[in-house]
């Protein structure tokens, strides 16, 4: 029997993330295949109107194709990719996780290759600025081991994040988008982070269920050479299949100009991509209330309730700050308790404390207040 709850979480995504129209192109990626839920999106867009299309990728195989191919097979392939995400209106990509760590031995250069290639040219360059996008992992065995929980319980938590209700959360999110855009001076304090910049004339945007699911975080980026300070990120993060521990950056005049982590050589050989990868693209509040400790998977991390997340790399054309590059690491600081803790002032008023809002207009993103 299906779980009716893919068939809710597909109508969520055709036609409240992507609102897709009749005669609309869908591209529906899937990383490691999962039939039923590709089956349901496409059932979804149909409905709607839409005309889909599928690509299916499996990270096992990838990994064979990347670990010895030329460049020429990486700028060949995101010549493909591109050409083909230009003649869509929409696109659904989702992840079913076997390994987080399945492209750990890709060689650096080799991943360096895809960055630049596939990932800045098809979706950086293409796919983010020009189609309505929604991306999100689909529930898997490793999901649930890496949260610590059983399978059945994982499932259940996942649909209760992915499917709550975005357009009540959109709502209470609009003073914080207000105080955003009025601002000027953000300065972060915490253990081992004393930061501060500007975010003055950027505009605040809110991720509430149109972009990633599951979603919750409102985001704007620093004036691109206004960072100064010290930053140690709490949450572990995997990326290129290397999981980076003890991320702690010193910037001046907005530039990393010392990274440390628990490979300090491979931190740095990522920063060194390109010269936007020292600068920052995203500053951003997570507000999803269920999600209250790390899954080890950036879409949940990022949203964690009483969360930060300040982003080395690419900033998005919809709050741009000037810099590009074809890294964007969403980086975590969960500032609760439990967390060790935190403040966020804007302007010299203290607007979070601890993973809480104070202010009064803003206690409505608390999470208690969104469940």
């Not at 599928?54 to 990347?66: A, G, N, P, W």
């Not at 950027?202 to 509430?208: E, F, Q, R, Y």
Request: proline fraction near 5%.
């Amino acid at each position: 029997m299906t779980d009716l709850r893919i068939a809710k979480l597909a109508d969520i995504l055709v036609n409240y993330s992507v609102k897709v129209q009749k005669g609309e192109r869908v591209l529906i990626q899937d990383n490691n295949p999962e039939p039923e839920f590709v089956k349901a999106l496409i059932r979804a867009v149909h409905k709607a109107g839409g005309l889909a299309f599928v690509t299916l990728h499996d990270k096992s195989i990838e990994r064979e194709l990347y670990i010895d191919a030329p460049e020429e097979q990486f700028d060949l392939q995101a010549r493909f990719e591109r050409d083909r995400m230009k003649e869509m209106d929409a696109y659904i990509g989702f992840t079913s996780l076997r390994n987080s760590f399945a492209w750990k031995d890709i060689p650096a250069d080799k991943m360096d290759l895809y960055n630049r290639h596939i990932m800045k040219k098809v979706h950086f360059e293409e796919r983010i600025p020009n189609t309505k996008w929604v991306v999100l992992r689909y529930p898997s065995a490793a999901m649930a081991q890496n949260a610590g929980m059983s399978e059945t319980a994982f499932e259940d938590f996942y649909f209760d994040v992915c499917t709550m209700d975005y357009a009540r959360m959109s709502k209470a999110m609009d003073p914080l988008v207000a105080l955003l855009e009025r601002s000027d001076k953000v300065h972060i304090v915490g253990p081992g982070t004393d930061l501060r910049f500007s975010v003055k004339g950027l505009p605040a945007i809110k991720c509430d269920g149109t972009m990633n699911i599951p979603d919750g975080e409102v985001y704007t980026a620093p004036v691109r050479d206004s960072v100064n300070g010290t930053l140690s990120y709490n949450t572990p993060s995997v990326e290129d299949g290397f999981k980076f521990e003890g991320i702690r950056f010193e910037f001046r005049d907005g530039k990393i100009v010392v990274a440390t982590a628990n490979d300090t050589e491979r931190i740095n050989r990522l920063l060194n991509l390109d010269e936007g990868a020292r600068y920052l693209g995203e500053f951003s509040f997570g507000l999803n209330p269920y999600i209250r400790a790390p899954q080890f998977e950036t879409l949940f991390d990022e949203k964690i309730a009483g969360s930060i997340h300040i982003t080395p790399g690419n900033s998005y054309d919809d709050c741009f700050n000037g810099n590009r590059s074809s890294v964007h690491w969403d980086l975590v600081l969960m500032q609760d308790k439990d967390s060790g803790g935190g403040e966020i002032w804007l302007d010299d008023v203290l607007v979070r404390k601890d993973g809480r809002f104070v202010l009064p207009e803003l206690e409505c993103l608390n999470p208690e207040n969104l469940m």
